[in-house]
């Protein structure tokens, strides 16, 4: 069992930048891949990124990728997602999830999400 909690939504800038914090309680990281992923109002949820068990192998959506990144502190249970360039587009609320037997495609464990509002 794990428990995730994620932190660092807020209101920016088209252009600006976040970081996103994702807490892990109860297990440690390194057992896991981990994701983002995010849900726009009316929308369904869509992946975002995803951070294999080293570390070592990262894999992002296109509408993300070369301007955000995951990354984690298993030292610290904590995975994070820096976004720059941020556009309106990039609204929506961003949950991480945790995969325990180590799917891309199959999440054990979600967080309760952070709202991310991007202004134009």
Known sequence: QVQLVESGGGLVQTG??????????GRTLSSYVMAWFRQAPGKEREFVAADSRSGDNTYYADSVKGRFAISRDNAKNTVYLQMNSLAPEDTAVYYCAASLSGSYYLYDYWGQGTQVTVSS
């Open 16 to 25: 600006g930048s976040l970081r996103l914090s994702c807490a892990a309680s």
